[in-house]
Nanobody, 113 residues
Framework: QVQFVESGGGWVQPGGSLTLSCAAT????????TAWYRQAPGKPREWVAI???????TVEDSVKGRFTISRDVAKNTVYLQISNLEPEDTATYYC???????WGQGTQVTVSS
């Protein structure tokens, strides 16, 4: 069973950028779909982006143009690049194999001035 460790979060001013990392241990990341999710305080967890075994990606409409999902198979790591950050992006960000049920610790992103 694949396990992920998220990292790269932090405090950022509005308009800034971050790249989150999702390091996998276990099967290679190009053998399954991996998705990024986020959970803002007091809100349910929501899906934001997915990368499939083929490398095809889909980003949720509300963040399209600002969020980019990518991967480095050699490092067995999936990334989420976030640009032009907004206070509404403040959340804990998680990654997960699409069909898995286990969640990692996530990485906190805080956007404020």
């Amino acid at each position: 069973q694949v396990q992920f460790v998220e990292s790269g979060g932090g405090w950022v001013q509005p308009g800034g950028s971050l790249t989150l990392s999702c390091a996998a241990t276990g099967p290679r990341i190009d053998r399954y779909s991996t998705a990024w999710y986020r959970q803002a305080p007091g809100k349910p967890r929501e899906w934001v982006a997915i990368i499939r075994p083929t490398g095809d990606t889909t980003v949720e409409d509300s963040v399209k143009g600002r969020f980019t999902i990518s991967r480095d198979v050699a490092k067995n790591t999936v990334y989420l690049q976030i640009s032009n950050l907004e206070p509404e992006d403040t959340a804990t960000y998680y990654c997960k194999e699409l069909l898995a049920t286990n969640w990692g610790q996530g990485t906190q992103v805080t956007v404020s001035s």
